[in-house]
């Protein structure tokens, strides 16, 4: 049976009208449910959809979904700050937290807003508290202290797993569609470990620091002190994400909870950065493998 555009649609609102009736009868593994299968139809779909990668394009194409948002009655200062954000986008700059705040969703309604909600929703009178807050990224939720530390400790034993065997020459060869070698992987793998040593540093010394927004992923292919081998930039790493274990795991628990005000994300924990590193690099891990596999293979 053919699917018509019309049946999806209706079909993704459907469930999330079921989620929001279940919740209101108590059933929440069934609400959960519901809600998990709308975000898997969503992703699914998205998956297959080709986004400009050109920086100009890219900010076009947002542009132009902003333009529809308005005409969809999206709340118009969602659909403004994406247009404000596209442009710059364009002159390679980042949106930093005060000009883009965590957006609030009324779970009831729908109402979206910038910021955090401070009144009853305007639509529907729910309480602010009961909005939803949207993060940048999912690395944000924070893992316990203990599952943060574990996570730490197993990459590296994973990366040098991944990097058996491989000689210099495969760990410097890009693939075909110009994206990074295992070599720029590593690379940024090490200067992302660096910002996280650098900001738990802040945060023993000072209080409620400021972090500074870091666009780490454009260091990985400057090759203005390149050591002389990729395992050396691995052992770098290594030797740095041992230092920062050794101070965590000194750390007091309380401590974990500390704040700081990040330019990108705003008021952000020590636990929630720690997290946001420890699961940032795992999503590395199968892009080194997909890369291994190939070289592998080609012998």
């Known amino acids: 049976m053919k699917i018509t555009s019309s049946a999806w649609t209706d079909t993704l609102i459907h469930l999330l009208a079921l989620a929001s009736r279940l919740e209101g009868e108590g059933q929440y593994n069934l609400a959960k449910l519901a809600r998990a299968a709308a975000d898997s139809m969503c992703r699914g779909a998205a998956y297959g959809v080709a986004v400009p990668s050109d920086v100009e394009a890219l900010a076009a194409d947002i542009r132009q ?26 002159e390679g700059r980042l ?14 309604c729908g109402h979206l807003l910038l910021g955090e909600p401070e009144t ?24 316990e202290p203990a599952a943060a530390l574990t996570r730490l400790r197993r990459t590296p034993g994973e990366v040098a797993a991944l990097l058996e065997g491989l000689s210099e020459a495969q760990l410097n060869q890009a693939p075909a569609d110009g994206g990074w070698a295992i070599r ?26 400021t972090l500074e927004s870091k666009a780490v992923w454009t260091w990985a292919t400057n090759e203005g002190e390149r050591p002389p081998a990729a395992w050396e930039v691995f052992e770098t790493y290594k030797a740095s994400r041992a230092d920062t274990l050794g101070k965590l795991a ?31 690099e795992v999503t590395h891990l199968t892009q080194i493998a997909a890369l291994r596999r190939q070289w592998v293979a080609d012998e």
Request: a negative charge.
């Open 65 to 90: 979904t902003a333009e529809t948002l308005a005409w969809l009655g999206v709340a118009a200062e969602a659909s403004s700050a994406l247009a404000q954000g596209a442009g710059l986008l364009a």
């Open 95 to 108: 949106p930093l937290y005060s000009i883009l705040p965590h957006p609030h969703v009324c779970r009831t």
């Open 120 to 143: 009853k929703c305007p639509t529907c009178g729910a309480w602010p508290d009961t909005y939803q807050r949207f993060m940048p990224i999912y690395w944000l939720d924070a893992l």
């Open 184 to 209: 720029n992987v590593l690379t940024h793998l090490r200067d992302a470990q660096g910002v996280l040593a650098f900001r738990l540093d802040l945060f023993l010394q000072e209080e409620h620091p």
């Open 250 to 280: 000194q750390l007091p628990l309380a401590d974990w909870w500390r704040t700081g005000q990040h330019e990108e994300f705003g008021v952000m924990t020590l636990r929630q950065q720690v997290s946001y590193f420890a699961a940032h």
